[in-house]
Nanobody, 125 residues
């Protein structure tokens, strides 16, 4: 199982930006890296994912055009750049890894076998 450590969360005002980082203990076995979030009182939902080998990316409609997922293979790190943040983006953000993902499976929790502990993002209006 891959160990994942997130960082970069914090508190910002609406319209601001944050960049989350997720460092993986092993990258060769992680063919898909994703970010999920869970807002208070809501279920965990997929935010973005990318294939570490092919570079394909997937985004939730709610963040499309505002968030960007990227990777640094040499550093075994996946990033989530979040721009134009809104109060509804407030949530605990989790990094996840799986052996692969596609346009259907990427947002399903069951697709992932490794999870980080999460990093809190709070956006104030």
């Amino acid at each position: 199982q891959v160990q994942l450590v997130e960082s970069g969360g914090g508190s910002v005002q609406a319209g601001g930006s944050l960049r989350l980082s997720c460092v993986a203990s092993e990258y060769r076995r992680s063919n898909c890296m994703a970010w999920f979030r869970r807002a208070p009182g809501k279920a965990r939902e997929g935010v973005a994912a990318m294939s570490t080998s092919g570079g394909a990316t997937y985004y939730a409609d709610s963040v499309q055009g505002r968030f960007t997922i990227s990777q640094d293979n040499a550093e075994r790190t996946v990033y989530l750049l979040m721009n134009s943040l809104k109060p509804e983006d407030t949530a605990m953000y989790y990094c996840a890894a799986s052996f692969g993902c596609n346009s259907v499976s990427w947002s399903r929790l069951i697709s992932y076998n490794s999870w980080g502990q999460g990093t809190q993002v709070t956006v104030s209006s």
